[in-house]
């Protein structure tokens, strides 16, 4: 029973989770003693689980029984690794992916180990637990591992240099993203094999008659190899050859021990061409292609989908974080399973065509096909998500002998799919680029937001109404909405509103902000359930009374006096400029001339360490921090105070938010917005 290449899959899963439950979680604090005695159990339970199976299976002694065990065992253990990080925050703060995953690495062991004994019976080989865990995880984990402290060493230099953040000052951020996905894609199948070989102790054939007969048939084939190399499996039994390498000079081919012992010479000429006829055809070049084409495509549906569900009450039971993860799983799913299996077919498809070519003896390929079933003891109707079955195999190779047609067919089939893929990672890296850069600009940000917001309202007439009553003043619906929502819900709807309240610093805008103030203000009492979007609201409310406002309301005035408690006390943990900059404007508004004038030089003090900031919004946060600290100055020397400095207008302002009316403001041209801490 080889290693299941789909153990790709759920280690994939495994890193989306860890990858999803970090990214929510926003490097808040987590008490570790629950979530690790949740690890350490787990860690103890999965092999005995395993264990209890492996001897199950044992007594049926069935190879598909085992294919859909393990199906179900790696399910179960993603189940509860997703369980250990969404719900406990096992991996919150962790630097190193591997690290995070851990747990799942240590319980898909613990399975490996426990289930040895029953593919040892499978098999007919002396599969030892400790051999059979080992091979699995050289197979199928090691050589992904390897790469992660790869990754997160580039992370960190990246965060350390200060290149990341020069990176999203200039909006390139994620088209980096997915020039850095390509590039890693290129040394996986250019450099990688160098270490796999390795890894699996691969060494070069001896020389002899069979050496040279295989090295003769690579030449006449017109495709370069750097060598032709033993494959060995400890403790165990594999019929397998494979090549490494999308480049000459460092491709190899690999045959393991049992299958030189176990097939012919004609037969081991076959699966020889085989293997060149993935080289001759660019196999390795085409599922890069895909995996780069289907994860732009997946990227931006998987964020239109989330959207689109956010706000339906039915999906509002479940954390954002979880909705996310299970978006992301069932389109990694998809691409893989469903997407990625019948592009591997196609192209084992095509290296059968090859074998037959290079060995010019159509039944040598059949024949090969054959005998490793027969050897491995598994029946030829067994499928195999990235093959067809033995059987289908042979079948499609009697069918092109019969009728040469079907073989050009299916080459022309494999180009032509190679071609449009090849135009869709075009087509969608210059639209993924496109769209990245205008989102790191700021420009449709509030336009999505508000509309997005329009489409909540009309599903659902009671926000409507509770909106548009909120806007005219009277808040009461609002409120009740607010008390009767689930957290995702509430917390949906603040951030929402923040995003379509983040415009320019013109005074247009910031009166616009004003008039959303009742909006905002409903959360004051009840708050979303989340602090960081707290601090948000308590921000862009408290700028919107400050600056927008011609004359203040004694309510309204105690409001603002309410917000800068808040606000004082969330720079203790938070000096962020735009926050020193509303504390700065509340302190002008009420008069207090050599606070405001402090803040505004500690708002320019921090603004250079805001690096995510693009320049040219920098340049002019920094001109708008000197005029309205030269204002509170003016003001102490006795002159009468003037009206807070505003940016300039730009061209087009943004509409202003109708009495009453439920829409937003939304961004007409790609304005600097105010940015929030």
């Avoid at 860690?43 to 002694?61: D, K, Q, S, T, Y």
């Avoid at 406990?88 to 995070?100: T, Y």
């Avoid at 195999?384 to 033995?390: C, G, L």
């Avoid at 943990?573 to 405001?596: E, F, K, P």
Wanted: aromatic share 8%.
């Amino acid at each position: 029973m080889p290693a299941r290449m789909g153990g790709l899959i759920p280690l994939l899963c495994a890193l989306v989770i860890a990858a999803s439950a970090d990214s929510y979680s926003g490097g808040a604090s987590v008490d570790w003693r629950k979530p690790t005695l949740v690890a350490a159990l787990g860690l103890v339970l999965w092999p005995l689980i395993a264990l209890g199976a492996g001897i199950l299976l044992r007594r049926l002694a069935s190879r598909r029984l085992m294919l859909r065990a393990d199906a179900i065992g790696d399910i179960a253990i993603l189940t509860w690794f997703a369980w250990l990080c969404l719900g406990l925050h096992w991996p919150c703060g962790w630097r190193s992916s591997g690290l995070a995953i851990l747990p799942w690495i240590v319980a898909q062991l613990g399975w490996w180990w426990g289930t040895a004994p029953i593919v040892a019976r499978l098999d007919g080989v002396a599969w030892s637990r400790l051999a059979w865990t080992w091979h699995q995880a050289r197979m199928v984990l090691v050589p992904v591992l390897i790469i992660l402290p790869v990754s997160d060493l580039a992370i960190a230099v990246f965060a350390s240099t200060g290149y990341e953040a020069w990176l999203k000052s200039h909006n390139l951020i994620g088209i980096s993203q997915v020039l850095g996905m390509a590039a890693l894609g290129i040394l996986a199948i250019t450099l990688f094999p160098l270490l796999i070989l390795r890894l699996w102790g691969a060494r070069r054939m001896q020389p002899s008659e069979l050496t040279e007969d295989l090295t003769g048939i690579c030449q006449r084939a017109g495709v370069k190899v750097a060598g032709l190399m033993h494959w060995p499996v400890p403790g165990g039994r594999m019929l397998n050859a494979a090549v490494l390498g999308g480049l000459p000079r460092i491709r190899y081919v690999l045959f393991t021990d049992d299958l030189l012992r176990g097939l012919s010479r004609r037969e081991l000429v076959a699966v020889l061409g085989h293997e060149l006829g993935h080289a001759r055809h660019g196999h390795l070049w085409t599922y890069l292609l895909f995996f780069c084409a289907t994860m732009l495509v997946g990227g931006q549906f998987a964020e239109t989908l989330q959207r689109s569900l956010a706000g339906q009450a039915w999906i509002d039971r479940f954390p954002p974080e979880v909705v996310g993860t299970l978006i992301t799983l069932a389109l990694i799913l998809i691409q893989f399973r469903v997407l990625f299996g019948w592009v591997s077919r196609l192209c084992e498809r095509e290296a059968d065509l090859a074998g037959v070519e290079i060995s010019g003896d159509p039944a040598a390929m059949q024949d090969a096909l054959k005998a490793v079933a027969r050897l491995s003891g598994q029946s030829e109707d067994l499928p195999n998500w990235r093959h067809h079955s033995i059987r289908e195999r042979v079948d499609f190779l009697d069918q092109v002998r019969r009728q040469p047609i079907l073989g050009l067919a299916h080459h022309q089939l494999v180009r032509s799919f190679r071609s449009m893929l090849l135009l869709l990672v075009l087509v969608f890296s210059l639209s993924a680029g496109w769209d990245l850069y205008h989102k790191g600009s700021g420009a449709g940000t509030a336009q999505t937001a508000a509309t997005d917001l329009q489409a909540w309202q009309q599903r659902e007439p009671d926000l409507n109404k509770a909106l548009e009553d909120a806007d005219r003043g009277e808040a009461k619906l609002l409120l009740r909405w607010i008390t009767e929502a689930s957290p995702t819900r509430r917390r949906y709807l603040a951030e929402l509103l923040i995003k379509s309240a983040n415009g320019p610093d013109d005074a247009e805008s910031v009166r616009t902000l004003y008039r959303m103030r009742h909006r905002l203000a409903a959360f004051h009492r009840l708050g979303t359930g989340d602090p960081k979007v707290n601090l948000k609201i308590d921000n862009v409310l408290a700028y919107g009374l400050a600056a927008g406002a011609e004359q203040l309301s004694a309510e309204e005035t105690d409001l603002l006096r309410d917000k800068l408690v808040r606000l004082d006390t969330a720079l203790k943990t938070n000096s962020h400029h735009a926050i020193w900059d509303t504390v700065g404007c509340i302190h002008y508004r009420l008069g207090n001339y050599q606070r405001a004038k402090e803040s505004f030089a500690s708002a320019r003090s921090q603004l250079p360490r805001d690096l995510e900031l693009p320049e040219p919004d920098r340049k002019r946060s920094l001109d708008l921090y000197n005029q309205r600290e030269a204002a509170a100055v003016n003001a102490l020397h006795g002159l009468p105070p003037a009206p807070l400095p505003m940016m300039p207008a730009p061209a087009a302002v943004a509409p202003a938010l109708p009495a009453t009316g439920p829409s937003l403001p939304t961004a007409a041209t790609p304005t600097p917005s105010r940015p929030t801490p």
